[in-house]
């Protein structure tokens, strides 16, 4: 791709959220409790790494923000009908189908964490929420674990689905989402186009 044909889309911010993100939470997801501090570690990571993004969703660079691309269900929907087809626009920033993407993995890891700093309270009597646990273990450690690791696996499997998504989308449109997503580089235009 010559150096005119490129257009810079995603800020180093963007690139290093997203590949610590998918780092800790692979690291988080393989180690489970057979390596508590480390699982503990990444989880912590994960929800840190989750509120700078929700910030850089407000102030970041264009790309970036939240409102270029979260879109109503309706255009969600049709953009995944006309993937599905092999005809849908391409978008320079995040299509509406990888803004919505976006969201459910934000929001499902926001629930994994949360509810992992209740399990670890409840369970371990340990970390910032331990104050909401008068004893260690029981109804609640369990309870809480059970949600939390439907959610870590329903996270799992919003991961394939975008990896999916993502090479579909570069196959559909002849470019690299990947390598965009680690030199933060696009072409101006596709092969679609």
Do not use: C
């Amino acid at each position: 791709m010559s150096e005119l044909n490129k257009l810079k889309v995603w800020d180093p911010l963007v690139r290093v959220f997203h590949w610590t993100l998918v780092l800790a939470f692979f690291v988080a997801f393989i180690t489970e409790e057979d390596f508590l501090d480390i699982h503990v570690f990444a989880g912590y990571l994960i929800l840190l790494l989750l509120v700078i993004r929700v910030v850089w969703g407000f102030v970041g660079t264009h790309y970036a923000r939240f409102s270029e691309f979260v879109y109503r269900p309706t255009v969600v929907m049709q953009f995944v009908k006309d993937t599905l087809a092999l005809k849908a626009k391409r978008y320079i920033g995040h299509n509406p189908a990888g803004g919505a993407m976006i969201i459910a993995l934000m929001v499902s890891l926001v629930i994994t964490g949360f509810t992992g700093l209740l399990v670890y309270a409840a369970a371990e009597h340990a970390g910032p929420l331990v104050g909401w646990f008068t004893s260690k273990g029981g109804f609640w450690a369990e309870a809480w674990e059970e949600v939390h690791e439907f959610f870590a696996n329903f996270t799992m499997f919003l991961v394939v689905v975008h990896v999916i998504g993502v090479l579909l989308e570069s196959l559909v449109h002849g470019e690299n989402l990947v390598t965009a997503m680690i030199t933060g580089f696009k072409s101006r235009h596709s092969r679609s186009d």
